[in-house]
């Protein structure tokens, strides 16, 4: 008898695995895709004059031309694209830290200038009658 629940004791583990991946009734794993972000979405938003106005207030007289402000905001799906809400948009700005990599003063065809955001904006902004440059990051 000892024996007979000792044998009942190892064959019934093995005989559940082997009748439990077998049955019909279980369902089949489902696997997950990950889903692929795309790298850009094209989105618009529509401000009036009032409100790129507002928006610009929030900078103060003094503050320099390489500060910068976030604004955040809701996008949402219509018919016609990704709109950003211009509402949300305008409201809490927060101000952002510079950041600390060099950057480049280009012209048309060649690097002028290069240094932080705030010494290149300076120097393109001296030299703005005479040049049409942009500020561009080293990375």
């Known amino acids: 008898m000892k024996k ?11 005989a559940a695995v082997l009748f439990s991946s077998t049955s019909p ?9 990950p889903k ?3 790298e850009q979405i094209s989105a618009s938003v529509l401000l009036s004059k009032w409100q790129l106005e507002k928006m610009m207030r929030s ?3 003094d503050d320099h031309p390489s500060d910068m402000r976030v604004f955040t905001s809701v996008v949402n799906n219509s018919a ?11 409201r809490n700005p927060k101000n952002v830290i510079l950041p600390t990599t ?5 012209d048309s065809s060649y690097i002028d200038f290069s240094g ?3 010494e290149c904006v300076e120097y393109a ?15």
């Open 4 to 14: 007979l629940f000792i044998l009942a004791l190892c064959v019934s583990p093995i």
């Open 25 to 33: 009734d279980l369902p089949e794993p489902i696997s997950e895709e």
């Open 36 to 38: 692929e972000e795309p």
């Open 59 to 61: 900078f103060n007289d």
């Open 80 to 90: 016609d694209g990704w709109r950003i809400s211009s509402t949300h948009l305008v």
């Open 102 to 106: 060099d950057y480049h003063v280009i």
């Open 116 to 118: 932080n955001l705030r």
């Open 125 to 139: 902004s001296s030299y703005k009658g005479h040049h049409d440059y942009i500020v561009v990051p080293l990375k």
